[in-house]
């Protein structure tokens, strides 16, 4: 299972860390992802790291301005988001696959319930 939190109400041009904690002990083997999903849209790929944290890749809507990361020994992943626009208002879901990290949400195999990150202007 996994869970998120860290979601909030945030100014335009501020920062924001979500947090995923998964429970079990196969986390370390698993790729992870964040997507989110906004208001009437699709559930869009946001960053995606592979098990051993040396392949990420990111959407071009947040390069430059979110990081990924992970930290094995405490089975947490996390998005850490700069410069926030009103257009990152989602609710923001992570995502763990085995294998290697994908772009698409339907390689995933277990998800967390979501976090609301509202960016105002």
């Known amino acids: 299972q996994l869970a998120e939190s860290g979601g909030g109400l945030v100014q335009a041009g501020g920062s924001l860390r979500v947090s995923c904690v998964a429970s079990?002990?196969?986390?370390?083997?698993?790729?992870v992802g964040w997507f989110r999903q906004g208001p009437g849209k699709e559930r869009e790929f946001v960053a995606a790291?592979?098990?051993?944290?040396?392949?990420?890749y990111y959407s071009d809507s947040v390069k430059g301005r979110f990081t990924i990361s992970r930290d094995n020994a405490k089975n947490t992943m996390y998005l850490q988001m700069t410069s926030l626009k009103p257009e990152d208002t989602a609710a923001y879901f992570c995502?763990?696959?085995?294998?290697?990290?994908?772009?698409?949400?339907?390689?995933?195999?277990?998800w967390g319930q979501g976090t609301q990150v509202t960016v105002s202007s």
């Open positions: 995502a763990a696959a085995k294998g290697d990290p994908s772009y698409s949400a339907g390689w995933y195999d277990y």
């Open positions: 079990g002990d196969i986390f370390s083997r698993l790729a």
């Open positions: 790291l592979s098990d051993s944290g040396a392949s990420i």
